[in-house]
């Protein structure tokens, strides 16, 4: 394995720090699933509400949240029955399962992994990675998880758990345009969970069988589908940009004709650099996509429902979707490598730090799960209640941590390596001057503001 590698450093960060757990840990946890502890879910949280105000802000965007669970007719209708495989090779000695067309891409650069849903053509040429040994042929695996609604596990109440959001957004479409009176173009924004049972995970939560998704389908008329979709696409990768994302890490791939998947006539990808991605590293973060008619005409056939609609020439048209979709749990990741920096020999001007590795987050604001951080330099009581007033005075506005153990250059490590932005420490002339001082994460300056006075101070400091 390669050594050094950025993402066990982040992994091994996020288990001890409190951002993410593997599920199930004292049971021995369950592949590919994680949880997120007290920080991963204010970074989650952080993510989803800048994903939400950058799609909401918008006068043509609203919102939906719809269920997991749904009529098991929309999956035929969306082709995922038919069509939502992943070709699987078992090695016949070793028994360790694979996707052929990662194996394809792996052990054969420069074959493209373009056969999608038919059958490698150079198989015979690769071997099992894990021991040598040969390969089964193809078989095609669907990846949604199956369950039963109702009492009797039979056919007849067989549903699925939702292997994306997309398809609640098209069935509610009618729904959403007739309550909120909206005219094309429009488009409905949800974020939600979603499930695949896939056959390889890998990457910590890259590549997870529960996961999260934000998605935002566009409904037009079809008329210049090509000036939208480049629209979206270069807002999705600016809103990246936006929250700190080095733009060295970040690039389009506009997928092949054969590559395209079975809705869609033009599909880019926004790639991030994931330093353990071959091809580079970079892979997946989001995918942006012109499906066409495609999904509301196949509701249309399914349901017997009228989806088409008039235009002001009399023309009638069943609405096409230009679509944005997004991984929450990619996206964190995408976030947390980027802002994961090591101090070679320390920043701290404090002896007992200089001759150890740093680590900052540098974490974007909106982002960081702690705001700010209130430590008073001692353990004395006049000095802890006065932070403890601070604190009651900035809680309602900031998620805040109050610490008081350790000397004061390792409680600023402590919040350097979670990201928060700003410590502030109550000393002993803060008693005297009713002024504390305010430490930056990046530039590590220092500042003396009065307690009076912190309110608009960090009303300043986060505003956009
Ligand atoms: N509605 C279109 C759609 O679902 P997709 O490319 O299959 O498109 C969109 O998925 C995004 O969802 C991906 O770009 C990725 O960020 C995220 N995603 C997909 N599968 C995932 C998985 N198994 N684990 C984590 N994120 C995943």
Known sequence: MEKDRKIDKVVNLAKRRGFIFPSSEIYGGLNSIYDYGPLGVELKNNLKKA???FMLARPDIVGLDSAILAHPQIWEASGHLEGFSDPLVDCKKCKSRFRADHLLAVQKKGIKPDFGKSKPKDKKKISCPSCGGELTEVRQFNLMFKTFMGPVEDSAGQIYLRP???QGIYVNFLNSKEAMRLKIPFGIAQIGKAFRNEITTENFIFRMREFEQMEMQYFVDGQNNKQIFENFKKLRYDWYLSLGIDKEN?????????????????ATDIEYKFDFAGDGGFKELEGIHDRGDWDLSRHQKFSGQKMSLTDDQGREFVPQIIETSGGVDRAALAFLLD???EIEGGRSTTTESKKEKEVVLR?????APIKIAILPLSKKENLTAKARQIYQLLSAAYRLQYDETGSIGKRYRRQDEIGTPYCLTVDFDSLEDNQVTIRDRDSMAQERVSSNELKAYFQEKFSL
């Open 51 to 53: 994903w939400w105000d």
């Open 164 to 166: 994306e959001t997309a």
């Open 250 to 266: 970040l690039r389009f791939r506009d997928h092949a004709k054969d590559e395209l998947a079975h809705y869609a006539s033009q």
């Open 339 to 341: 802002a994961y920096t």
């Open 363 to 367: 974490l974007d604001k909106r982002l």
